[in-house]
């Protein structure tokens, strides 16, 4: 077998569906580019249409095949509606991505329920409910990855917390429970955990040229992190190649996490 045939077998997406959550910009718009180059059929689901517009103008123009849904995540009714239109385009999804999310941190003592519950909603319930509509079918046919993404602060308090680092606390614990409901029957479910990336959902920090740097110096490689640096993750848990891994935090963070 040729190195080629062999790392198409292993990582290959042809043949699959994905469906990627918060796909038109940041982290999630470099994963579903990923997915979609390695051969799967994507669907973006994003809130900003121009945006969900031109990811797909320029995958498509790539050779890609990606369709989009824009919809608001925010209500259970808008998640249902996202997921059955996400189907009617290529199917019931191999791959489900969930990169969808809001970061409202205002100081715990100004953290009210509107700000609470918004943050639930996104980035903790909108992937639960997904998760609900797929991970079934993907057990039933023996093959199925989900994949979300989280953050440092799934882990440790900083800049803030708040909200935002417990709904992303409580998805890392969402992934174990579907890896342990759905993983016997062929479901790997895991989370990528990024240090600090400079991305539209960081734009308060991204400007501040101080505290980009000190961030950069906390990690062990120089330098915070970029959305490419998800492609290659995300494509080896979307693929076979990690078929013995489920119910984990991956942190891609250079380091960040360690140091």
């Not at 429970?177 to 759905?182: D, N, P, T, V």
């Not at 479910?189 to 400079?198: E, I």
Request: aromatic share 6%.
């Amino acid at each position: 077998m040729t190195s080629q045939a062999y790392l198409s077998e292993l990582f290959s997406l042809d043949d699959r569906v994905a469906v990627v959550t918060g796909g038109s910009s940041g982290i999630g718009r470099a994963i579903a580019g990923a997915l979609a180059r390695a051969g799967a059929s994507v669907v973006i689901v994003a809130r900003r249409e121009a945006e969900l517009a031109a990811t797909v103008d320029e995958l498509t123009a790539d050779g890609c095949r990606v369709a989009r849904v824009s919809a608001d995540l925010s209500t259970r009714d808008g998640v249902r509606a996202a997921a059955e239109e996400a189907v009617r385009a290529f199917g019931e999804p191999d791959i489900l991505v969930n990169s969808a999310g809001i970061n409202l941190r205002p100081p715990m003592g100004e953290l009210d329920e509107a700000t609470w519950d918004a943050t639930m909603a996104v980035n903790l319930e909108a992937p639960y409910l997904l998760g609900q509509r797929f991970g079934p079918g993907m057990a039933e046919r023996g093959f199925g990855r989900i994949i979300h993404i989280t953050s440092q602060q799934a882990h440790r308090a900083f800049v803030q917390s708040g909200a935002y680092g417990v709904s992303k606390g409580a998805l890392e614990s969402l992934a174990r429970s579907q890896a342990e409901a759905w993983s016997p029957y062929g479901v790997t479910c895991n989370t990528l955990v990024p240090g600090f990336v400079a991305t539209p959902l960081n734009a308060r920090l991204s400007s501040d040229p101080e505290r980009m740097a000190a961030l950069a110096a906390r990690t062990l490689t120089g330098r915070n992190g970029l959305a490419e640096d998800f492609e290659g993750a995300a494509v080896f848990l979307a693929s076979r190649a990690s078929v013995y891994v489920t119910g984990q935090a991956i942190f891609v963070d250079g380091g960040l996490s360690v140091h």
